[in-house]
């Protein structure tokens, strides 16, 4: 028997809703759970009867435990989907504390999946230690990759030394998620840079009390996304240079206004982006790097949840296709 497949996320998101019409197509049964739409149809659910407990998700009056799933995709079921701005402070609270205690339900499912050798594209707790930037770092590193020099430390003068070391320019970058939320306010962080006396200019009179990120300027030919799907690769090279705003950090443009095109990864770089993976625990991510004008690819980031459906709109990779691939068949499609 063939079993379904099941797809936490929340609605609206169009790459589950991509991947989700594939496999109807195909004839493959996805099972999607919104954690914005909940009800007594769609739920996570848990039991106890004496000795026996039972937890699974249930889909129109089935309970589905996680071993009658031939894969579970843990997609987006985590975000906020409204700023506090839209909606206020106390609605925004108790969306929070629902999707928390949604959190706290999903990942029980999720590590008895794992407890079952049920294939989850990723784990949630591979997904949580491959967001620490440190992490990710030390292990590419490791791996082979090239990565920029960098610093974190809020020693002002250790860390003029490092600005004054790398031609007084560098590149600043947050360790965690780049915004901060508080009540009506939002405010994002992009990758940008830092002078020697830009930074000695604000801190003349101040002290950092938190970790600061920097790292050298790496110069950029192109950029590349490279979106690993099991034991398939995508690479895309973004031309993030032909803009003026997007030269240091390509996410401040429109991304449609910037060439993309889908290149071959010379084969010591791409067994470093199935090393890196491998090393999370990952069948899934989206990898940032750099291609210099002298030809060097540098690693800056990983993403273990990223996006890549404007690049499969832009270039036709059929990267949705990949997805599917895998959550119907993990054994012939997993990196190994």
């Not at 998700?57 to 701005?85: A, C, H, M, N």
């Not at 306010?185 to 940008?192: G, P």
Request: charged share 25%; with cysteine; proline share 4%.
């Amino acid at each position: 028997m063939i079993l379904p497949i099941l797809i936490l996320t929340i609605d609206p998101d169009p790459h589950a809703d991509f991947v989700e019409r594939i496999l109807k197509r195909r004839k493959r049964r996805a099972i999607r759970l919104n954690t914005n739409q909940i009800s007594e149809f769609s739920q996570i659910s848990f039991n106890t009867s004496g000795s026996m407990s039972t937890i699974g998700v249930r889909s129109d009056g089935k309970l589905y435990t996680p071993k009658e799933f031939q894969s579970i995709w843990f997609r987006k079921p985590f975000l906020q989907l409204q700023e506090t701005s839209q909606i206020g402070v106390d609605k925004a609270l108790e969306i929070n504390f629902k999707f928390e205690e949604y959190r706290n339900a999903c990942t029980a499912f999720l590590f008895e999946a794992k407890k079952n050798n049920v294939f989850v594209l990723s784990h949630y707790d591979n997904i949580v230690k491959a967001n620490y930037k440190l992490l990710q770092l030390i292990a590419a590193s490791k791996i082979g990759f090239h990565i920029p020099e960098t610093l974190v430390s809020s020693d002002v003068k250790e860390i003029k030394s490092f600005i004054d070391s790398h031609d007084k320019t560098v590149i600043m970058k947050t360790l965690g998620k780049p915004f901060v939320e508080v009540g009506n306010k939002k405010k994002i962080f992009y990758t940008y840079m830092l002078t020697a006396k830009q930074f000695s200019d604000y801190y003349k009179d101040k002290v950092i009390d938190f970790p600061l990120l920097v790292q050298e300027e790496i110069k950029k030919k192109i950029e590349l996304r490279i979106t690993v799907v099991g034991n398939r690769i995508f690479a895309c090279a973004i031309d993030s240079q032909s803009l003026a705003h997007s030269k240091v950090d390509w996410r401040m443009a429109d991304p449609y206004k910037l060439k993309h095109e889908m290149i071959n990864l010379p084969s010591e770089v791409e067994r470093c982006c199935f090393e890196i993976c491998r090393s999370f625990g990952l069948q899934f991510s989206a990898i940032d790097m750099a291609i210099t004008p002298k030809g060097d690819y540098v690693f800056f980031e990983i993403n273990p949840n990223g996006q890549y459906l404007w690049i499969e709109d832009i270039t036709k990779a059929p990267i949705s296709s990949a997805l599917a691939d895998l959550l119907a068949d993990p054994k012939q499609y997993i990196i190994s």
